[in-house]
């Protein structure tokens, strides 16, 4: 019999909990959502630090390397072969961001069947333009990675190249202007993305604030991606 009693007792407990869930209203199981994808953006914010690290280091090595004479090529060489590994540290890091990123959106489109069931007409238009508007960031950083990554690409291409005694000024000034036109896209798309992440936490108090939700929250997510202007390069090697 105390057997019974138990699984009786346990079979009650698990009611509970199913009707504890099932009486969270739409909103708060918005909110939920929107929570869990700023915490699991926690990483992407974690990395900024590293990359904007690792693009200094670099672009000092890059600062070493124009100044120093054909005479000594070693130096240019052993530094050349450092700025690569910091590009490929980077390279692991942006992985990391995007792994972030990308875990965070798929949690943030659980709202998308959610914001349906909203009833008054002001939440849900407003929970519907703070999805549009997450949307369109998270379409951003999957461009802004793209571009960070060719951009990494051609900066790789250009310490190999330094690394050649018969490099021509010609050719390793034609590689620095790519190089310089790939981060102008960066810094755009950076900017675009940043600007979205403003307007989204706005529209997530405006959110909470007409569903009469009284919500403490952190400024995030961020969206500071790191300081991509530090990385422009210079033509002024003597090769």
């Given amino acids: 019999m105390p057997l019974k009693k138990s699984a009786i007792f346990a079979?009650?407990?698990?009611?509970?909990?199913?009707?504890?869930?099932?009486s969270k209203s739409t909103e708060e199981k918005i909110q939920g959502h929107l929570e869990e994808a700023v915490s699991l953006e926690q990483g992407f914010e974690e990395q900024q630090s590293k990359i904007t690290d690792l693009e200094?280091?670099?672009q000092q090595l890059y600062s070493k390397i124009v100044n120093l004479g054909m005479d000594e090529m070693d130096k240019i060489k052993k530094y050349s072969k450092q700025a690569i590994e910091t590009i490929?540290?980077?390279?692991?890091?942006?992985?990391?961001?995007?792994?972030?990123?990308?875990?965070?959106?798929?949690?943030?489109?659980e709202i998308e069947e959610l914001i349906t069931d909203l009833e008054a007409d002001k939440v849900k238009k407003k929970a519907e333009n703070m999805n549009e508007v997450m949307e369109k960031r998270y379409e951003t950083y999957s461009k802004l990675n793209k571009a960070y990554q060719e951009s990494l690409k051609l900066e790789k291409e250009m310490y190999t190249m330094?690394?050649?005694?018969?490099?021509?000024?010609?050719?390793?000034?034609?590689?620095?202007n790519k190089i310089n036109?790939?981060?102008e896209k960066v810094i755009d798309l950076n900017k675009a993305f940043n600007d979205n992440t403003v307007k989204y936490n706005n529209l997530k108090k405006e959110f909470y604030s007409l569903a009469g939700m009284e919500v403490s929250y952190e400024e995030n997510?961020?969206?500071?991606k790191?300081?991509?202007e530090t990385n422009s390069k210079e033509s002024s090697t003597e090769k």
């Fill in 11 to 22: 079979g009650i407990i698990l009611l509970l909990v199913i009707s504890a869930c099932s």
């Fill in 221 to 224: 997510p961020t969206g500071d």
């Fill in 56 to 58: 200094k280091e670099e």
């Fill in 181 to 183: 036109d790939s981060y």
């Fill in 162 to 176: 330094l690394q050649k005694e018969d490099l021509e000024q010609k050719t390793l000034t034609e590689q620095i």
């Fill in 88 to 109: 490929d540290q980077r390279a692991k890091e942006i992985a990391k961001e995007k792994e972030s990123i990308e875990a965070a959106s798929n949690e943030f489109s």
């Fill in 226 to 228: 790191s300081n991509k």
